[in-house]
């Protein structure tokens, strides 16, 4: 007897098990992040293997070339008409490969570049015992003013864990705006927040106001990010999926497959409207928008310099693109409820930040709260709910971004004895002092305030132009009194700067390496080229200004 | 293409804003001379736009238009009517004197000092306002007229605030303080106006979906383009607070005292006789070609508006002690009439107007120029600090004596027919209104006279004793000035030749006529 005549007395065949296929992964389309994911990993085997001497250098090096590369690989896939024609969806659902996506990844992968210039500035800070230092603790671990902080010091040490910690987040952020379901979007906002809360905490001179500021910022994004997952759970009850197609045709009452398991629950309005809440407040706490911008001051003020300057900018980018996404692709059919909504919020976050700001004394508590005004006036751009809508935020974006880590660029270079002067009153007479400095950091102002010839106008001009069109012309209103309120407390520093009497004991400008000078410099031609000739620009945002559904 | 004119007239001054800025620091007197020679050159190409005009001609000349930003519907667009070709006129031919008058006003106090070069600053700052200032009066672009609108205020803002008189009586801190509050009042009065005009701006473009001049106004006249009564009478607002703020009109004319006392006497006639007749252009330009409805609809108001102006301003002038303050209020005083001539809707009250723009800035440049040389002298501004200049100092007594009296309109000097002009064609319309503002002249002549009587006149104070006259520098600024005033006030036809046509198209934009003569309309 054969052996499988046997077989087949006591058995019968079963059905053939369905193959599981395996998830096809467009690797070519998910470039950008696989790359800079890729670096931050190598970059991690460098903290393990390079020698101590060697790490600045090396991992410097990785971030440059990884972040030049994922760059170069978003355009490339711009190029190839993945941002227009070939806009389309991949690994499985869970990424969008399309214009918005496309164009935030290409700012976020800049604007970290031009941060990631700030952090490995190395000039600015006294030599301490014959090594150069940068903007972060020597060595994290050690408790503030202790022995062993000293002897750490003492022997060099430099937190190069900065440069894959920043990579990390880079890759959070480049997956955050291109997120195509909910669990995709979750893994992102925690894979870049959990590097920027340890990097807050990393400051190397007040460092107990730095810890305080990652705890603050860590516990507060930690209520955030589980409110977004509570609010993904009830979406999920709502519509039987965490895709984003799959739930706006459940929003729109076109949806085909119904799962069973989910018949009782499914279309329960009371789950939508609350699950939208919920994830909703945990992106406005991630762009800071009132009444969610508690952090945002003391975060801003507490990190070094250099992570505010790059958390300020591309945090922000991130964070309105994927609410941009969920808004226009998984909830249009929802626009009349979530509409008032966020006109309100726009209407408090754009008067609250620009009122509280008025208040502040130090430098870095004025940009977070001209921040969280700007949060305000993109808003206005989102709730446009138009094609112009997507694209005016975009170029808002892009231009916001570089002013702002400019701008915090120019803050590490004014120093007194005690580190960074932040306190306003110290940066009195700066313009007698270095006429130059004060001249970069007017400009900037004035591109926050929204002069014309600045970038700042012409993103302004875009999102409450497209907030006009969309209907939302008392918004409008309400944006150009703020901004005339926010006008005040930038000029108040112009004035500060120009027409005050210099303090015989103020502050002196560092002069830092050609790596902070590039940062400032990208800033400054960004600010001017935006503001001058922004048609190029606009027409990419333009292009891009379309979502993949 | 033909050559770029209109450009050129606002690019060299801007590129010699930049050169002029390059100029190293030691070589504080080449910037100064480049910087001369930049506006002088600029005369000459203002000059060639005025041969060039032609004033029977089609309404826009010398028209360029290249797309800019095409996605906010912004094009580069740039045209002269007549009114526009005098106020370039002006602005050119004023600032050489301007400049020629503040030589010495940003010169370093020790000398030596190389940390701060103001001198290269204060020039260049004049030219890149006098570019941004000369493209406001070209734009047909609403947008792009707004960005040198609003540009402009950046570089004022640091003349005001960076430099001020020398001498003051409360010593220099006090000094610096007040310059930095004026600076700040002026930068935030116009930036709120400019913003609030910016939600109009907006908001023009929604309805109408352009932001040119001429399509819009022609939509409007052809009656393809309709808007709403509320939203024109909004829209209008929007843009009238803006250039009333920069007019400056009553009660919004707050910040014009301040500028004016804290800045330096050339300074002073920058923001006067050049900027501010940006905004009275502007409503000419702007509010009564987009908004005719609108602008018959606040035309009452206004006119109201503009009287309070006029003789609120010549009253408070009376009551200063303070040269540059009587000089500021007096201003305000002559905007109203400016203002009023614009919104009686006549063809005189608009052609007057617009020669009042041109005569109050060639007289206030007289005027302040000669005060500014004076205070100078004596380091006070207080006008009970002085008595008896005219023994020690004729000439700089008597080029004050004309410029105080160009100020009161006396027949035979320039802002003599402008200001009748003024009162005729308001007259016709609004007698009432007409008749009460003659008060302003009246009270003109008492600030003037009061003012020369007590600095000029009288027994010489000590410390005026030693008072030098007019240097050839400074007489070379006044006595062109002068000449000019009594030419334009003996033979104003070559200005009313370019400015009627364009004040005739911009009446039959609103829709309105003269009243008919009363002597014919009884027949």
């Known amino acids: 007897m054969s052996a499988s005549a046997v077989h087949s007395l006591w058995t019968t065949a079963a059905e053939p098990i369905a193959k599981i296929d395996a998830p096809k992964i467009e690797y070519g389309q998910l470039s950008p992040t696989l790359i800079v994911v890729g670096a931050a990993i190598v970059g991690v085997l460098v903290e393990a293997f390079v020698p101590r001497k060697h790490r600045y250098y090396a991992q410097l090096f990785v971030s440059v070339v990884a972040l030049a590369a994922a760059f170069a690989a978003v355009v490339a896939l711009a190029a190839d008409g993945y941002g227009t024609t070939k806009a389309r969806i991949a690994a499985m659902g869970a990424i969008a490969v399309d214009g918005p996506a496309l164009f935030l990844q290409g700012t976020i992968l800049l604007a970290a570049l031009v941060g990631l210039f700030t952090f490995a500035e190395r000039r600015l800070d006294p030599e301490a015992h014959g090594n150069r230092v940068d903007s972060f603790a020597a060595q994290a671990a050690s408790v503030p003013g202790s022995d062993s902080e000293k002897a750490a010091v003492k022997a060099g040490f430099t937190t190069t864990e900065v440069f894959p910690l920043l990579l990390f987040a880079v890759a959070g952020m480049l997956v955050f705006p291109s997120a195509n379901d909910l669990l995709t979007l979750f893994i992102a906002l925690e894979v870049f927040s959990l590097p920027l809360y340890l990097l807050c905490a990393l400051a190397r001179r007040k460092r107990l106001m730095s810890q305080e500021a990652a705890v603050k910022y860590f516990l507060l994004g930690a209520f955030a990010s589980a409110f977004t997952l509570f609010g993904i759970a009830l979406l999920y ?28 629950t499914m279309g329960n309005d009371a789950l939508l409207l609350i699950g939208t809440a919920l994830i909703v407040m945990g992106l406005l706490f991630k762009v800071g928008a009132v009444p969610f911008h508690m952090w945002t001051p003391d975060v801003y003020q507490g990190a070094p310099t250099p992570v505010t300057g790059f958390m300020a900018a591309a945090t922000k980018v991130a964070a309105f693109g994927a609410l941009l996404r969920i808004l226009y692709v998984v909830l249009p059919g929802l626009r009349w409820d979530w509409r008032p909504v966020m006109w309100g919020v726009a209407v408090i976050t754009m008067l609250g930040g620009a009122i509280v700001a008025i208040t502040q004394t130090d430098i870095k508590r004025l940009l977070a709260y001209s921040s969280i005004a700007h949060a305000g006036f993109i808003l ?26 400019g701008a915090f660029a120019v803050v590490t270079l004014v120093r007194d004895a005690g ?36 970038s700042g106008f012409a993103g302004k001009f875009a999102v409450f132009k497209a ?14 009194i703020s901004s005339a309120i926010a006008a005040f407390f930038y000029i108040r520093v112009i004035v500060l700067m120009f027409f005050s009497e210099p303090k015989p004991e103020g502050p002196t400008v560092a002069v830092p390496s050609p790596l902070t000078m590039t940062a400032i410099g990208v800033g400054v031609a960004v600010t001017l080229v935006l503001g001058v000739a922004p048609q190029y620009f606009l027409d990419l945002a333009n292009q891009a200004g379309v979502f993949v559904r | 293409m033909s050559f770029p004119l209109l450009t050129a007239t606002a690019a060299l001054p801007a590129i010699g804003a930049v050169a002029t800025a390059a100029v190293p620091a030691a070589r504080r007197n080449a910037a100064k001379s480049l910087a001369l020679l930049v506006s002088l050159g600029t005369l000459a190409l203002a000059i060639a736009v005025l041969v060039r005009f032609d004033p029977d001609g089609s309404r826009y000349q010398l028209t360029e238009s290249h797309a800019w930003i095409a996605d906010f519907g912004v094009r580069y667009e740039l045209g002269v009517d007549g009114i526009a070709v005098a106020l370039i006129a002006l602005t050119a031919l004023l600032i050489p004197f301007i400049i020629l008058a503040g030589w010495h006003d940003a010169d370093p106090l020790e000398t030596g000092s190389k940390r701060w070069r103001p001198t290269q600053g204060f020039f260049a700052l004049m030219l890149a306002v006098e570019a941004m200032v000369i493209l406001s009066f070209e734009a047909t672009d609403v947008f792009l007229f ?6 402009m205020l950046i570089p004022m803002y640091f003349l005001i605030g960076g430099f001020g008189d020398r001498a003051h009586e409360h010593g220099e801190q006090a000094a610096s303080t007040q310059r930095s509050y004026a600076a700040v009042k002026f930068l935030l009065y116009n930036l709120v106006g400019g913003l609030i005009m910016l939600a109009a701006v907006i908001g023009l473009y929604v309805v109408a979906g352009s932001f040119s001049l001429t399509e819009i106004a022609d939509a409007r006249a052809n009656g393809s383009l309709h808007m709403a009564t509320s939203t024109e009478r909004w829209l209008f607002l929007g843009f009238f607070f803006a250039f009333a703020v920069k007019a400056p009109l009553w009660p919004l004319h707050t910040w014009l005292p301040n500028a004016m006392q804290e800045s330096t006497a050339p300074v002073a006639v920058l923001i006067t006789a050049v900027v501010d007749k940006v905004g009275t252009f502007a409503m000419l330009r702007f509010c009564l070609q987009l908004f005719p409805e609108a602008s018959k609809w606040a035309t009452p108001a206004i006119l109201v508006l503009a009287l309070i102006s006029i003789v609120y301003g010549a009253l408070l002038a009376v009551g200063q002690r303070d040269i540059k303050r009587l000089v500021a209020y007096a201003s305000i005083s002559h905007f109203g009439f400016i203002i009023m001539g614009i919104f009686a809707m006549t063809s005189q009250g608009q052609s007057g107007a617009t020669l009042y723009m041109v005569n109050h800035g060639i007289s206030t440049a007289a005027l302040m120029l000669v005060a500014g040389f004076l205070i100078s002298r004596r380091g006070s501004r207080l006008i009970a600090d002085y008595g008896g200049v005219q023994k020690v100092a004729p000439v700089l007594a008597g080029t004050f004596l004309i410029g105080g009296l160009a100020t009161l309109s006396l027949p035979g000097l320039a802002p003599f027919v402008s200001e009748f002009l003024v009162l005729v064609g308001t007259f016709s319309r609004y007698p009432a ?30 410390e005026v004793s030693a008072m030098p006259d007019l240097r050839a520098r400074e007489l070379a600024v006044v006595a062109p000035l002068i000449v000019l005033l009594i030419f334009l006030g003996v033979y104003p036809k070559p200005l009313t030749d370019i400015v009627n046509p364009a004040v005739q198209q911009t009446l039959s934009d609103v829709h309105q006529k003269d009243p008919r003569p009363e002597v014919e309309a009884a027949k």
């Open chain 1, 237 to 264: 009850g709502y519509a039987g999926s965490v895709s984003y197609g799959t739930i706006s045709q459940v929003v729109d009452g076109t949806v085909k497959n119904v799962n069973p398991a989910l018949a009782d």
């Open chain 1, 380 to 405: 206005a751009g989102v709730i446009a709910t138009t094609p112009d809508g997507v694209s005016s935020v975009l170029f808002y974006l892009a231009a916001y971004s570089f002013v702002t880590i």
């Open chain 1, 419 to 454: 580190g960074e002067a932040t306190h306003l009153s110290k940066w009195a007479g700066l313009g007698r002092r270095s006429p130059l400095v004060a001249a970069v950091f007017a400009v900037f102002l004035l591109a926050f305030a929204g002069i014309p010839l600045t």
């Open chain 1, 467 to 480: 907030a006009a069109e969309g209907g939302a012309g008392p918004l409008v209103v309400v944006g150009v």
């Open chain 2, 146 to 151: 707004y960005i040198f609108f609003e540009a």
């Open chain 2, 433 to 462: 209104i007409g008749i009460i503002a003659t008060f302003g002249i009246v009270l003109a002549a008492l600030y003037t006279l009061v003012l020369y009587q007590r600095t000029m006149t009288g027994p010489v104070k000590a």
